[in-house]
């Protein structure tokens, strides 16, 4: 940032001597050192932040045709797939799209679990990326109760009725996350405000977290950091374009999904206007939050109350507490693993708990999907004290038990190496 | 360009081949933007309902001679005034070329009786009084604007004050001697 980029265009130079928005540009996207060793799992930070301006758009689009009312909402919806030109193409890239995202985003998360991308000097960075899910989960689920469908309602319903877990206050808030004494009109404008309000929110610190890698630089597969020029190419045009390619691909699927099959992700009673006197005989929350709902049900009734003798916790606040404690266990990351060695390629045992826990997280995604009885229950509860074992047993003692293999001296070593 | 593509690159290290594909990249990018910019704007257009109501079908047979009617048609007034003969004869008294938007009564209506104008003042889209019995008419016998004092004489044309053009006639048709369609 120090030195300025001499332009040759007048206008270009009289403002950036002003104004160095071209010099910054040109350094952080243009010249930027990158490893060069990056593999197409790097190109899901930029795949994502692709589909938020994406969402953004569509959800401006969007938000001019819809009426927040609980009389009009799901007509307005209506109105917007069959009357508004291009309604159809806007609502199903945005219902898409929020899958998309979580799709993007959750492979961008394992690929820096694997990766370790989240240690030093990367814990701020990883912790604004955990920071920028928690505020996807709050907008995607603001969202999906604009269409006032039964599913739009019902979720609505259970999840502000999670917040009646917290000890002496919880009636209260939940009443107040209502503003009245169920989920109605008052809720749902408040909503939609909100869910307007978020993804600014969500892109500024989407800006953080991107100036954040800019200063440490991007990690890459060794992991081990770049020490020479050797080790690096510049952004434009080796990841402009690698990013490009990976962009094409990505909206190949993206299309998919929306013109060939744009309700694969969503509920059909959701089709369904809201009715507060009938709750669907199944009810089940969006793929990205299934293995979040498996927490939520996995702990047993009594079961903390009877252990710690306890009384304020509760199975119903035990198993809030377990959901949240699944995404804020993350900030925590950078510190409960103990292994100075970042990249898995390194890791002979880490490697395996990684595909282990992923696993796992499929598993709970599935279990989630299904419905709380038999079998299930063991699995889910099994399933979830794995999740938070890897997190708080594995990743600090693997990190004194594990011998690395032996780390490259540089970024180029083990390429040269292959090709020698 | 084809030549371009099959340049070998030991002619010219390849720089002509990387513009190439820098520009075709970008080419195909704008495209690709476009393609996408177009159903955002266009969803910003009337959609199909709006559009379903864009024409109106009003009965003219409680309206008796002398009197007007204000309809609304696509969001905005339109004036219907049954015309006597002296205010017939009056529009057509006044030669084309002495008015600001030079227009001749004929070219303004369908039966004479029957004057059918868009009520909006085209100096700034307020509404021209005139229509109710009581209200200023103008110093024509039309209509008159109290936003900016633009008046209006019986065919709806500007005969003085800011307004630039006469008021607008819509589109429509006589389904049958008492009915017409607007739109």
Redesign the interface.
Same mark, same amino acid.
């Given at each position: 940032m120090a030195t300025k980029t001499e332009f040759n265009n007048p206008v270009v130079r009289w403002v950036d001597e002003r104004l160095p928005v071209f010099t910054y540009l040109d350094h952080e996207y243009n010249q930027f050192p990158m490893p060069k060793n990056l593999n197409y799992w790097w190109n899901f930070g930029a795949l994502a932040s692709v589909v938020l301006v994406l969402m953004i758009?569509?959800g401006i689009?969007l938000a001019?045709?819809y009426t927040a009312h609980v009389s009009m909402a799901f007509e307005s919806v209506e =109105?917007i797939m =069959?009357?508004?030109?291009?309604?159809w193409?806007?609502r199903y890239i945005h219902m898409n799209g929020a899958s998309m995202f979580f799709i993007v985003v959750y492979i961008h998360v394992f690929r820096g679990l694997y990766f370790g991308s989240y240690k030093a000097p990367r814990e701020l960075l990883w912790m604004l990326g955990v920071v920028i899910i928690l505020l996807m989960m709050a907008t995607a689920f603001l969202g999906y109760v604009l269409p006032w469908g039964q599913m739009s309602f019902w979720g609505a319903t259970v999840i502000t009725n999670l917040f009646s877990a917290i000890p002496f206050v919880g009636d209260w808030i939940v009443t107040w996350l209502w503003g009245g004494f169920s989920v109605d009109n008052p809720t749902l404008n408040r909503f939609f405000a909100l869910h307007y309000l978020m993804p600014f929110i969500l892109f500024a610190v989407v800006g953080l977290h991107v100036v954040a890698v800019h200063i440490t630089g991007s990690n890459n597969p060794t992991g081990v950091d770049v020490q020479s020029p050797r080790d690096t190419v510049s952004f434009h045009?080796y990841f402009t374009a690698k990013d490009?390619v990976g962009l094409v691909l990505f909206l190949f699927v993206f299309a998919a999904f929306v013109f060939f099959a744009p309700n694969y992700f969503g509920e059909p009673d959701n089709y369904i206007k809201a009715n507060p006197l009938q709750t669907p005989p199944h009810i089940v929350p969006e793929w990205y939050f299934l293995p979040f709902y498996a927490i939520l049900r996995a702990v047993p009734d009594n079961f903390i109350g009877a252990w710690m003798g306890f009384t304020l916790i509760n199975a119903k606040l035990a198993g809030v507490i377990a959901m949240f404690g699944a995404t804020i266990v993350l900030f925590f990351l950078p510190w409960l693993d103990t292994s100075k060695v970042r990249s898995a390629r390194y890791r002979p045992v880490y490697k395996w708990f990684f595909w282990v826990f992923l696993a796992d997280c499929l598993l709970l995604g599935y279990i989630g999907s299904q419905p709380a009885e038999g079998a299930f229950i063991w699995i889910g509860r099994a399933a979830t004290a794995y999740y938070f074992a890897h997190f708080l047993i594995v990743f600090p003692v693997l990190g004194w038990f594990e011998t690395p293999k032996p780390l490259p001296t540089s970024i180029s070593e083990p390429v040269l190496k292959e090709n020698s | 360009m084809a030549d371009e593509v099959q340049t070998p690159e030991s002619d010219d290290d390849g720089t002509r081949r990387r513009e190439f594909l820098y520009l075709a990249t970008l080419g195909v990018g704008a495209v690709g933007a476009a393609a996408f910019a177009w159903p955002i704007i266009d969803s910003m257009n009337p959609a199909a309902d709006v559009l379903a109501l864009s024409s109106i079908e009003v009965d003219l047979s409680p309206i008796q001679e002398g009197q007007s009617v204000t309809v609304k048609w696509r969001g905005k007034p339109v004036f219907i005034r049954r015309r006597t003969s002296d205010e017939i004869a009056a529009a057509r008294a006044v030669k084309a070329g002495d008015l600001v938007d030079p227009q001749p009564d004929e070219e303004r209506v369908q039966q004479p009786e029957w004057l059918i104008l868009v009520g909006v003042c085209t100096h700034l889209g307020c509404i021209p009084l005139g229509q109710k019995s009581g209200e200023p008419t103008g110093d024509f016998g039309g209509w008159f604007c109290p936003c900016h004092g633009s008046h209006y004489d019986t065919s709806g044309r500007i005969r003085k004050g800011p307004a630039p053009k006469n008021l607008d006639v819509p589109n429509y048709v006589f389904l049958d001697d008492s009915t017409v369609r607007i739109g």
């Open positions: 758009v569509t689009m001019m045709q =109105r =069959r009357d508004v030109n291009y309604g193409l806007l045009p490009s | -």
